[in-house]
């Protein structure tokens, strides 16, 4: 089993930052692809953006040029840079770690954009 424990949302004004964090522990070997994703109220939880062993990152249209997402393999630790914030960016942020046949989902952190 992997444990991914996320930190680093909060309440934050319309074009502020902050900086996620998740940190994985348990049966880490092996882990390739680590990520974040958002669930906004009434909405399907969605991809923001992914980054694998190697470093090869992949983004979300929406958040493209504004997020930044990074990894420190030693620290099992994902971290996802959230810049020039919009309102639309309110929602439950969840990280997730992919090995070959399972995922594992942290249990969320509330980011809201809000004046």
């Known amino acids: 089993q992997v444990q991914l424990v996320e930190s680093g949302g909060g309440l934050v004004q319309p074009g502020g930052s902050l900086r996620l964090s998740c940190a994985a522990s348990?049966?880490?070997?092996?882990?390739?692809?680590m990520g974040w994703y958002r669930q906004a109220p009434g909405k399907q939880r969605e991809l923001v953006a992914t980054?694998?062993?190697?470093?090869?990152?992949n983004y979300a249209d929406s958040v493209k040029g504004r997020f930044t997402i990074s990894r420190d393999n030693v620290k099992s630790t994902v971290y996802l840079q959230m810049n020039s914030l919009k309102p639309e960016d309110t929602a439950v942020y969840y990280c997730?770690?992919?090995?070959?046949?399972?995922?594992?989902w942290g249990q969320g952190t509330q980011v809201t954009v809000s004046s």
């Open positions: 997730n770690a992919k090995k070959q046949f399972t995922q594992y």
């Open positions: 348990g049966s880490i070997f092996n882990i390739n692809v």
């Open positions: 980054i694998d062993k190697s470093g090869s990152s």
